[in-house]
């Protein structure tokens, strides 16, 4: 009986195929919608993940912060201790580099190292008609303690260069090959950087390997790609009058507990800013943050993702329209079917099963459509592609869900037709 009824059901179909496709086009649309925003949403925190899992899973921020605000990491990451909206602190304020040598002085049995980082500008590594786009960033010797860097050549910036000041630079392979060519060896060469007020000559101490990280530049050329460039933090922060620091990063030793050490951390700043009325020292781990984002993604997602759904509700209401208009239209053939015998569930099944295929039928193409259109904005990103088989499988139940709840009424008003009316309907 099943089987016979997806027969009819196709026959069905197949006699009013255009119909049947814009029937089908609100669940395609809805389906298609709610995959491609999950896709995207699940690669985007993936991104995100890896990006912020390679700065280190024993990475602990400590950023000044206004006091009664929430600790806002994505300013702790890109080197601001406030929020966007709250004022500046003062010199007064900050963290000194005393302040920093004896909080390692202090927890010295727990922290490998402090990595602190100065941003410079951007700028442009020039040699004649030559060119690479660089972001000046100043470290201290720390910073590769806190930081993937794979180093290819050459060495890392030290506590001497600090020290000395010096006009060092580590440099991307990215630089070298645009400025030297191809395998070239750098090291020991000397490059001009031209910033909007000045030109700054620096030799080049090492060569990294550039990973592309996130969404940053994924649509720039090889060429015109921008890169980090690392001098001394004391060369960076040379004509910068303010020297303390808003933020620094801890890295923890290996098998130190992060969370019971952030805690101490916490504390021990706490203890330093009672006396501070507008201004704290806020400590967190990159586990919390990990958290934090991706809650705050996962929260995003869900919501899109259910405004989206609201057009699955359209495309059932039309599921279910369609159906109505088939039921008046058949209404000879199921006065004949009742009258040879068949009963109010047969109808009714025959019905429902229809609308079933239908919806079915079409969440499999938008299940297509929204893989597809998930990847292609992935690939867009520059991001691998992350589908979530759960929401796929979620959204083929639903959508015979709604076949099931949208073709019920069409299919027990078909079922409840007299014979003798349905026979004598014109």
């Known amino acids: 009986m099943i089987w016979e009824n997806i027969t009819l059901a196709f026959s069905s179909l197949r006699a009013n195929t255009m119909r049947a496709l814009l029937t089908m086009l609100g669940i395609i649309i809805g389906i298609a919608s709610v995959i491609a925003i999950v896709t995207i949403g699940g690669t985007m925190e993936a991104s995100v993940n890896e990006s912020l899992s390679t700065l280190g899973t024993t990475n602990i921020t400590v950023a000044v912060q206004e006091k009664g605000q929430e600790a806002d990491m994505f300013s702790a990451m890109r080197g601001g201790g406030s929020s966007t909206n709250s004022k500046t602190p003062a010199s007064a304020d900050l963290i000194t580099i005393q302040m920093i040598d004896d909080f390692k002085a202090h927890f010295a049995n727990s922290i490998q190292g402090v990595s602190l980082t100065y941003s410079a500008g951007t700028a442009a590594a020039r040699d004649k008609d030559l060119y690479a786009n660089i972001s000046i960033t100043g470290i201290n010797e720390d910073y590769t303690k806190a930081n993937s860097l794979t180093m290819l050549s050459g060495r890392e910036i030290s506590a001497q260069d600090v020290a000395d000041i010096s006009n060092v630079a580590v440099v991307s392979d990215k630089l070298v090959t645009n400025l030297f060519g191809a395998g070239a060896n750098p090291v020991g060469q000397t490059i001009k950087i031209y910033k909007p007020q000045a030109i700054e000559i620096y030799t080049v101490i090492g ?30 922060k040379k004509d910068v009058l303010e020297k303390n620091v808003s933020t620094f990063t801890v890295v923890a030793k290996a098998d130190a507990d992060v969370v019971a050490v952030t805690s101490h951390f916490q504390s021990y700043f706490d203890g330093i800013y009672a006396h501070n009325k507008d201004w704290k020292a806020s400590v967190s781990n990159m586990t919390t943050m990990l958290d934090t984002m991706t809650t705050m993604l996962d929260t995003i997602t869900v919501a899109i993702a259910f405004i989206a759904a609201i057009s699955l509700l359209v495309g059932g209401i039309g599921v279910m329209n369609i159906m109505l208009v088939s039921v008046t239209e058949r209404t000879k053939e199921i006065g004949t079917r009742k009258a040879l015998g068949a009963k109010t569930f047969h109808i009714q099944l025959q019905f429902l099963i229809e609308a079933v295929i239908v919806t079915v039928i079409g969440g499999i193409i938008g299940i297509v459509f929204g893989i597809a259109i998930g990847a292609a904005a992935s690939a867009l990103l520059g991001a691998a592609v992350s589908i979530s088989v759960t929401m796929v499988l979620a959204s083929f139940l639903f959508s015979m869900a709604i076949g099931v709840f949208f073709g019920l009424y069409p299919a027990s008003k078909a079922a409840k037709l007299d014979p003798i009316d349905a026979l004598r309907y014109e």
């Open 207 to 236: 060569v990294y390997e550039h990973v592309q990280n996130g969404f940053s530049g994924s649509t720039a050329s090889e060429q015109d790609i921008q890169t980090g460039m690392y001098i001394p933090l004391s060369t960076a």
